[in-house]
């Protein structure tokens, strides 16, 4: 018989490989942000962060040990009973495991791979489409930037500007560059964003949609 600390490390050993990851929540919705809004979407959220985002509005995701730890076939199986095949990996912050096995899996079931991630761990995953965005509450791994198809960067601070512009000299010229008004403080900073990207057009603006149309 296996005894309790023995399950546990084993357990460990298959986070560690990245072929279980723990599950704050898994849903199917429509994506409110960025360069896939409106686009119907399977939302695997990851349990664990130590970014500590002062505006976080899954703060609860950011304790792993909480949420209940999957295998990656069950979490692809529970991904496919839903007709949609974009696949979002969201946090918490996801890169703080290993992605190759579940992506590769993902992919090897016909779905399309987005991550949502702040990029302060070393990048991982075959993704089809990677959403950067940066905290100045922990320094980005330097691995993101070369596979960044998006910046995203959330407005708080007026001198959140200065921030996205540094970032964006850093990823590649592809990259499509976003500012997000950070939704508490939408009052303040939505007009001076619009006002922002229009003297700064390599810029677009992006809205929490989802929360304009109470979808979760």
């Known amino acids: 018989m296996h005894t309790l600390d023995q399950v546990a490390q084993t357990t460990q050993e298959f986070v560690a490989s990245g072929l279980q990851l723990p599950i704050m929540e898994a849903f199917y919705t429509i994506q409110g942000e960025g360069r896939f809004t409106g686009h119907p979407a399977y939302f695997i959220r990851l349990g664990g962060c130590d970014v500590g985002c002062v505006w976080c509005d899954v703060k609860e995701s950011w304790e792993a040990g909480k949420w209940p730890v999957l295998s990656i076939e069950q979490i692809v199986e529970d991904a496919l009973a839903f007709p949609g095949r ?53 320094k980005p791994h330097p691995s993101i930037y070369s596979v960044a198809s998006e910046l995203k960067v959330v407005v708080f601070h007026s001198s959140d500007f200065d921030f996205a512009e540094q970032h964006a000299a850093l990823v590649k010229p592809s990259c499509e560059l976003r500012l997000q008004p950070e939704w508490s403080k939408a009052a303040k900073f939505t007009r001076e964003t619009i006002d922002y990207v229009k003297s700064h057009p390599k ?14």
């Open 203 to 216: 810029w677009n603006i992006s809205l929490q949609t989802h929360k304009f149309m109470d979808i979760p």
């Open 86 to 138: 974009l696949v979002v990996i969201t946090g918490g912050e996801p890169l703080l495991y290993n992605l190759n096995p579940l992506t590769k899996l993902l992919k090897e079931k016909g779905f399309t791979t987005n991550i949502e991630t702040s990029g302060a761990y070393p990048f991982s995953g075959d993704f089809d489409w990677v959403c950067f965005s940066p905290k100045k509450f922990k």
